[in-house]
């Protein structure tokens, strides 16, 4: 059964770069032609795709956040990575890592998900 | 792009049947069969309960169920149980090879 670990600082300065790791256990990141996605969740609101990688290549980012993010994967180490950069205090969000469920072609969704990582940007 | 429009919240007696509406347009859920839902407890990650309009995950109860009709999807609890509260969240993969998310409902027993 494939697990997801999250790691990363719960704390990140405002204008920096918010950087995420999702170590993958019970499964290979590079077989199975999964999308790996982060997804975030504002407190005390719903949920918002941040974006996913497929087959290591190519990407795919929520229009609104594209031109900060990038996702990444390290298949060596079994990881993927967000990284979100010049960080605001809107930034301030739970952030989870997520496997799509591999039903259909698009990555759409998720039944694998990580414990969640706070992060606060603070000032 | 805009989140799905969902009610801020649903209640019902316990064995009751409550829906969930989730409201997009032609981009997403009107054009895609690759409606999801999820349930989320209070300090839990998401939990898959529908995927692709009407269909359910291995282990999921079968008192969940999906449809579609034009713009909007919905989510039917049958028989209404004290663990079914929780928020719920619809998603749709969209038109522009991106996914789009609900903006949440809060589901309670009266």
């Known amino acids: 059964q494939v697990q997801l670990q999250q790691s990363g600082p719960g704390l990140v300065k405002s204008s920096q770069t918010l950087s995420l790791t999702c170590t993958v256990s019970?499964?290979?990141?590079?077989?199975?032609?999964?999308?790996w996605s982060w997804i975030r969740q504002h407190p005390e609101k719903g949920l918002e795709w941040i974006g996913h990688?497929?087959?290591?290549?190519?990407?795919y980012y929520n229009p609104s956040l594209k031109s900060r993010v990038i996702i990444s994967v390290d298949t060596s180490k079994n990881q993927f990575f967000l990284k979100l950069n010049s960080v605001t205090a809107a930034d301030t969000a739970v952030y989870y890592c997520?496997?799509?469920?591999?039903?259909?072609?698009?990555?759409?969704?998720?039944?694998?998900w990580g414990q969640g990582t706070m992060v606060t940007v603070s000032s | 792009q805009s989140a799905l429009t969902q009610p801020a919240s649903v209640s019902g007696s316990p064995g009751q049947s409550i829906t969930i509406s989730c409201t997009g347009t032609?981009?997403?859920?009107?054009?895609?069969?690759?409606v999801s839902w999820y349930q989320q407890h209070p300090g839990k990650a998401p939990k898959l309960v529908i995927y692709?309009?009407?269909n359910r995950p291995s282990g999921v109860s079968n008192h969940f169920s999906g449809s579609k009709s034009g713009n909007t999807a919905s989510l039917t609890i049958s028989g209404l149980q004290a663990e079914d509260e929780a928020d719920y969240y619809c998603?749709?993969?969209?038109?522009?090879?991106?996914?789009?998310f609900g903006t949440g409902t809060k589901v309670s027993g009266l």
């Open positions: 019970g499964g290979s990141i590079s077989t199975g032609g999964y999308y």
């Open positions: 997520a496997k799509d469920a591999g039903y259909g072609d698009y990555g759409d969704a998720f039944d694998i």
């Open positions: 998603s749709s993969y969209t038109s522009n090879s991106t996914i789009v």
């Open positions: 032609s981009s997403d859920v009107g054009g895609s069969n690759y």
């Open positions: 692709e309009v009407k």
């Open positions: 990688i497929f087959y290591s290549e190519s990407t």
